[in-house]
């Protein structure tokens, strides 16, 4: 028997691959204009970014909000 399928679309995601996908696709620029937070305004990376959204649920709750209207639309 299989273990039921999770109903939460970011499940599998990790925060890395889930942030690079939103660069590749809006770029820095446009991230920080969206989500006003200073890692993606001045000097941004992958590496900083990802420091400070793992300790401020805020604002990785707006990154996945953010990742998940642009791929389903909602």
Excluded at 18 to 41: D, P
Excluded at 57 to 62: E, I, L, S, V
Aim: aromatic share 10%; hydrophobic share 40%.
């Amino acid at each position: 028997m299989q273990p039921p399928k999770s109903n939460d679309p970011l499940h599998g995601l990790t925060l890395e691959r889930l942030l690079t996908e939103l660069v590749e696709h809006y770029g820095w620029r446009e991230l920080g204009e969206r989500i006003a937070i200073r890692c993606f305004r001045f000097d941004p990376s992958i590496k900083s970014s990802l420091a400070f959204l793992r300790k401020t649920p805020w604002a990785r709750a707006k990154v996945e909000e953010m990742y998940l209207v642009w791929k389903t639309g909602r």
